[in-house]
Each structure stands twice: as C-alpha cells, then as structure tokens.
C-alpha cells in the first residue's frame, strides 16, 4: 500500500483502491492532490496487475467538495498556473486510462468532485450524495472537464442548468439523469463497486480495454468513423486471441 499525503492508494487483487483522504475538509482538491492523483494515475495506467481501479472518498461527510477554496487564485501568476497544468495534465491522463475506472460517491460531491466522478466509467453513489457545480456562482467556470464531459452524459440542457444556476441535485435525481449508474445505500456503496469490478476482472483485459476505447473514442466520433474504430479494435482483438492460441 502507498501511502501518499493526501491520497490512499492500495491494490488488492488487480483491483486499485484510490481514496481521496482529507476528510476533515470534506476531501477538497488541493495542490498536493493534483501532484498525488497524477502519478497514482500514472501507477495505474503503467501497472499490468491492476486491472480495474476504485475512486473513493474518505470519511462520513464527502466524495470531495470541489477545489480547495483556500488555493483559490494563489498561482504567482496565470502562465505559473498555465505551466503547472501543462506540466501536469491530470484530466488528459485521466481520461486517457484504457482500464475501467468506478466511481464510489458519497455526500457532497462539487466541482472537482463531479469532474473526477465524470472522468470515471461507471458511478455509483450512495443515497446521501448530493451533486453540484459551484464555480459559475464563485466567477470562475469548470477547468477540469466538467464543461465537455458533463453535458455529454447528461446532455447540454441540463449541464448549463447545473452550471448556471448552481443547483444541487441529489442522488435519485442524479440517476434519473444518467449522471450515476446506480444509487446504494451507503453500506453497500463500497461491496457494490467490488462487486463491478470483480466481474470486470474476470473478463479478458484486452477485450475490456477495447469494449472501453469503442465507447469512449466512439462518443466524439461520427457513427461512420465510430463503426471503422470498432471494426479495427474487433480485429486486434481477435488477432490477439488467435496469437494466443
Ligand atoms: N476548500 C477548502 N476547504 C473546504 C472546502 C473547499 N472546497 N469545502 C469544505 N472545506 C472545509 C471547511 O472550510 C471546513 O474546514 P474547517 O473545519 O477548518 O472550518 C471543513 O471543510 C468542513 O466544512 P464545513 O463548511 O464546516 O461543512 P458544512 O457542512 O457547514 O458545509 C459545504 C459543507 C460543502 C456546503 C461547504 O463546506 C461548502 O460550501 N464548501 C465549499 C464548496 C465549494 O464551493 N467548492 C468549490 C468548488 S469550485
């Protein structure tokens, strides 16, 4: 188990167990999270053991209630900060990871929150998570996907709701609105997300990775080029399987 300032990240069985770890400020996005997400994604993209990968918060109380509002606006100046994304772009290398990702959300889920939610494959959430987007309301906008990502799972109507209104919705909302797979209690929010990936597991990683890059790729793709990507990635497949004998 690595055990870094701000993150917990374990692994178990092909299973890697990311857990953001400042409950006490309802697991806010800070700096040193940003350092620590990024090379914990690194070590899941790169590990071949880890097969599928759970994104939790801890404590009672939160997911993770958005960026840390006190960093807010402490770069030295915008090209630091502009520099400092290049240097490490969490998002791109997020949603760049070809293994399944789940989300396990509980409480407040905000601004960041959603982000690395959405960056995610399957969400679940238990029933006292609520979900919002406050950065319109704070003169700054989502800088970490949410304005792409969002509206292309629940649609754009209902992202610019959220964004502009800075309305909060909770969990049986949320599924209504495809923004969670499923809602839990939160007993079984945990053994819930287990229980996906154990299955996942149990499948064939390449097949997995492919089923993964059809949907994902294929979402920003016209069904023309979505149809020739899957056709490609069916190939590989089957010359994978066939070299295996
Ligand atoms: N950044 C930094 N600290 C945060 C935080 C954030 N985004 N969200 C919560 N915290 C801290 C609080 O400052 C508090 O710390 P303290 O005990 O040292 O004062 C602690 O977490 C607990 O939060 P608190 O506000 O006391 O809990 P609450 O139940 O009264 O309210 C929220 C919960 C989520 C409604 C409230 O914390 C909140 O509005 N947070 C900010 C959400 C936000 O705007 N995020 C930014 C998105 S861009």
Redesign the pocket.
């Known amino acids: 188990m690595s055990n870094f300032e701000v993150i917990i990240y374990d692994k178990q069985d092909g299973t890697g167990y990311i857990t953001l770890n400042r409950p006490?400020?309802?697991n806010?996005y800070n700096i040193q999270m940003r350092d620590e997400l990024y090379q914990v994604l690194g070590a899941i993209r790169d590990d071949p053991e880890v097969k599928v990968a759970i994104f939790s918060g801890a404590g009672e109380r939160a997911f993770c209630?958005?960026?840390?509002?006190?960093e807010f606006l402490t770069a030295p100046s915008p090209v630091i900060a502009r520099q400092a994304r290049w240097e490490r772009d969490v998002w791109g290398l997020f949603l760049n990871i070809d293994k399944p990702l789940i989300a396990a959300l509980h409480g407040?889920v905000?601004?960041?929150g959603i982000e690395i939610a959405l960056c995610c494959d399957i969400r679940l959430a238990s029933e006292d998570t609520q979900f919002g987007l406050?950065?319109v309301g704070?003169g700054i906008i989502p800088a970490a996907g949410a304005t792409q990502t969002l509206p292309r799972v629940i649609g754009g109507a209902k992202a610019l709701e959220m964004l502009l209104t800075g309305r909060w919705i909770k969990a049986e909302e949320a599924r209504r609105l495809k923004l969670v797979n499923q809602v839990v209690s939160r007993r079984d929010l945990l053994p819930m997300a287990e229980k996906l990936a154990n299955r996942i597991k149990g499948y064939n990683p390449i097949a997995v990775t492919c089923a993964k890059e059809a949907i994902t790729r294929g979402l920003d793709l016209t069904l023309e080029q979505g149809l020739a990507l899957e056709t490609k990635l069916s190939d590989y497949l089957l010359t994978s399987l066939l070299d295996r004998g």
Do not use: N
Request: hydrophobic letters at 45%; aromatic letters at 12%.
């Open positions: 006490q400020f309802l806010a209630a958005g960026a840390d509002l006190t407040y905000l601004g960041s406050p950065e704070l």
